[in-house]
T-cell receptor
Framework: RKEVEQDPGPFNVPEGATVAFNCTYS??????FFWYRQDCRKEPKLLMS???SGNEDGRFTAQLNRASQYISLLIRDSKLSDSATYLC?????????FGQGTTLQVKP | ETGVTQTPRHLVMGMTNKKSLKCEQH?????MYWYKQSAKKPLELMFV???????ENNSVPSRFSPECPNSSHLFLHLHTLQPEDSALYLC??????????????FGDGTRLSIL
């Protein structure tokens, strides 16, 4: 079983839709959590940090549930430019552990 | 401008060649990392340097040899690679590898193809 698991998708949604991704992690010693975005054949870029209290940045909301060991990312009012792969990342003992990524395709 | 610069962007080499990948960060960070990203697989951590000291070698074959002359520069020396080594190699940096609250910032990557 992978330490960080994501549904690879793809999620195909129309513009303006709300879409949610979940990610689960297996090691309770995980310390910090992030969502990264990776465009095709490009490097990962930090999208946002994830906290138990929730974190909102414009149309993006991230949430951490430590008890259930899952992390979520909600995207409201999807844009075509949101099409990318979203990587769930967990830091444990200083190491970044990446999920496989969830691919989002926003259609006109 | 990502703050982390990798060269070359693309590299094609034969299995008997020797080449090096270079990474430079302009963020004042103290930790640098090499990752490998193969098609349809999660990023795999290869090496970690913190304050110029190697702190992690994630069971990487010896045909990959890292070098960190200072906190701003990181190299990955390649020799006698195999076709399965073809991948995107990403460099990243962070303030301190021991600080779990710090995210990492990635370079554009070097896309490596082994003939």
């Amino acid at each position: 079983r992978k330490e960080v698991e994501q549904d690879p998708g793809p999620f195909n949604v129309p513009e303006g839709a709300t879409v949610a991704f979940n990610c689960t992690y297996s090691n309770s010693a995980s310390q910090s959590f992030f969502w990264y975005r990776q465009d095709c054949r490009k490097e990962p870029k930090l999208l946002m940090s994830v906290y138990s209290s929730g974190n909102e940045d414009g149309r993006f909301t991230a949430q951490l549930n430590r008890a259930s060991q899952y992390i979520s990312l909600l995207i409201r009012d999807s844009k075509l430019s949101d099409s990318a792969t979203y990587l769930c990342v967990v830091i444990r003992t200083g190491k970044l552990i990446f999920g496989q990524g969830t691919t989002l395709q926003v259609k006109p | 401008e990502t703050g982390v610069t990798q060269t070359p962007r693309h590299l094609v080499m034969g299995m008997t060649n020797k080449k090096s990948l270079k990474c430079e960060q302009h963020l004042g960070h103290n930790a640098m990392y090499w990752y490998k990203q193969s098609a349809k697989k999660p990023l795999e951590l290869m090496f970690v340097y913190n304050f110029k000291e190697q702190t992690e070698n994630n069971s990487v074959p010896s045909r990959f040899s890292p070098e960190c002359p200072n906190s701003s520069h990181l190299f990955l020396h390649l020799h006698t690679l195999q076709p399965e080594d073809s991948a995107l190699y990403l460099c990243a940096s962070s303030q301190d590898a021991g600080d779990s609250n710090q995210p990492q910032h990635f370079g554009d990557g070097t896309r490596l193809s082994i003939l």
